[in-house]
């Protein structure tokens, strides 16, 4: 399979970029994304030019690291799969395909597809953490009372692999899915009660203080997800928002 590969190249956070072309040969369909970038990246080489950079990490899905804007989509054409999950069989012979980092003033550019996404580690450190000492505490699996529709909803929200493409797809660059996703899976479950109100206000507060936007209620955020993390968790942050600044 042959491809015209239209890759955003940008030497520094400072630099300007541009799209930059490159024809490519002998892409197999079973080939992951970023197996289709090293391909490239392996020619660039031997011809004695700058590969391109692109973050990655596991190549399974879990770490979230393989963030890339793949023809206006975040991850690409497929749905619930991160860019390391999606397959070259997805597209077709002589396609061209548009490759960026995700754009957003929070996350500003590394390198060419390399982004620096530290704003949600510190959303995350902001109240992301519980109190109650679980580490090796197994008795309280079985001591405490959590009801099994609580415990899915805390699951499903703790799947969350702060990928970033929430925040791609929203076009006000949004973080409100992930911070939700983050305060849900505490604020369902007791070990959770502790820091509940200091948790959602810190939070809140962090993700505006980055610079991310606020919820366009469109759903882009859901359908590009690659965990497909529900919107009921935003309305249930928005719950806990309302509740922890009446208590203040």
């Known amino acids: 399979m042959k491809l015209n590969l239209k890759i955003w190249r940008q030497a520094n956070a400072t630099a300007k970029g541009s799209m930059q072309t490159y024809p490519i040969d002998g892409v197999e369909g079973d080939m992951s994304f970023l197996e289709m970038l090293d391909v490239l990246n392996e020619k660039l080489i031997n011809d004695g030019d700058e590969p391109v950079v692109f973050d990655h990490d596991c190549r399974e899905g879990i770490c979230g690291s393989c963030s890339l804007q793949i023809n206006g989509e975040p991850h690409g054409p497929d749905r619930l799969v991160t860019t390391c999950q999606l397959h070259m069989r997805k597209f077709s012979d002589g396609d061209t395909l548009t490759i ?3 754009r957003a003033k929070a996350f500003p550019v ?6 620096d996404r530290s704003a949600f580690d510190r959303i995350q450190q902001a109240g992301g953490y519980i109190s109650v000492n679980t580490s090796g505490n197994t008795i309280d699996a079985n ?4 009801e099994k529709e609580n415990a899915d909803d805390a699951f499903y929200a703790a799947t969350c692999i702060g990928c970033g493409a929430c925040v791609a797809a929203c076009k006000n660059a ?3 899915l992930f911070t939700s996703a983050k305060v849900s899976q505490y604020a369902l479950l007791p070990q959770g009660q502790v820091e509940a109100t200091t948790r959602v206000l810190n ?3 962090q993700m505006d203080n980055e610079g991310f936007g606020n919820c366009t209620n469109t759903g882009a955020c859901e359908v590009e997800c690659p965990k497909g993390i529900s919107l009921e968790n935003i309305a249930r942050m928005n719950r806990e928002y309302l509740s922890a600044s009446l208590k203040g």
Do not use: G, R, T
């Not at 590394?110 to 982004?115: C, G, P, Q, R, S």
């Not at 001591?143 to 959590?146: E, F, L, Q, R």
């Open 143 to 146: 001591a405490i009372p959590v």
């Open 100 to 102: 960026e980092p995700f």
């Open 110 to 115: 590394i390198k060419d597809l390399m982004i």
């Open 203 to 205: 939070m809140v507060e």
């Open 174 to 176: 949004s973080a409100m």
